[in-house]
């Protein structure tokens, strides 16, 4: 199956600063990524749809100015929180279409401080 | 909005047939329903998908009612490490259309 790799896995953070999580497809290109957020015992939220050389497409209420998205490769997309806040401290997912799926990263854990 | 209604929660005995129900009686024609899952603190897993025909692959099977409004997904000898969240799907497969999670099913595989 497809392969998304998300990088780190886990990040702790002092407030104020910036933090960039990395989603790459590894066995495939991806001209579309989504990026996710997902709180303890709940659900996953979508925040954006990122695509390949094109500006990202953010659901409501996310900030695109805070939740800076750059998809510049068929294979990487980066999602970049701009000072950060305790508040932002989340679990972060990517997902790349392929073919008739969606294929996810391992997921980034936030924890801001 | 989710369009999709699973049940919060669920127990199966390991080396049981674990069946998970899935509402989906708004779904139109050319959507499909996928089922993902998710284990605590990682990125969820691509199980299975389908239209209207049963489909099964070395995870699951999937049975799909005639009306398309239900389907069920069937981990035939679940074991411990089937201990999820399981989610049901439901979208188009021609473009690049987003994900759209509901609160799925908490499967506990019980020893």
């Known amino acids: 199956g497809a392969v998304v790799s998300q990088h780190p896995s886990r990040v702790i953070c002092k407030s104020g600063t910036s933090v960039k999580i990395e989603c790459r497809s590894l066995d495939f290109q991806a001209t579309t990524m989504f990026w996710y957020r997902q709180f303890p015992k709940q659900s996953l939220m979508l925040m954006a749809t990122?695509?390949?050389?094109?500006?990202?497409?953010?659901e409501q209420g996310v900030e695109k100015d805070k939740f800076l998205i750059n998809h510049a490769s068929l294979t990487l997309s980066t999602l970049t929180v701009t000072s950060a806040h305790p508040e932002d401290s989340s679990f972060y997912i990517c997902?790349?279409?392929?073919?008739?799926?969606?294929?996810f990263g391992q997921g980034t854990r936030l924890t801001v401080v | 909005d989710a369009k999709t209604t699973q049940p919060p929660s669920m127990d199966c005995a390991e080396g049981r047939a674990a069946n998970l129900p899935c509402n989906h009686s708004t779904i139109s024609g050319n959507e499909y329903v996928y089922w993902y899952r998710q284990i605590h603190s990682q990125g969820p897993q691509y199980i299975i998908h389908g239209l209207k025909n049963n489909e099964t692959n070395e995870m699951a099977s999937l049975i799909i009612t005639e009306d398309r409004k239900s389907s069920t997904l069937i981990l035939p000898h679940a074991t411990l490490r089937d201990t999820a969240v399981y989610y049901c799907i439901v979208r188009l497969v021609l473009g690049n259309e987003k994900l759209t999670f509901g609160t799925g099913t908490r499967l506990t595989i019980i020893p």
């Open positions: 997902s790349a279409q392929f073919r008739a799926g969606a294929f």
């Open positions: 990122s695509n390949e050389g094109s500006k990202a497409t953010y």
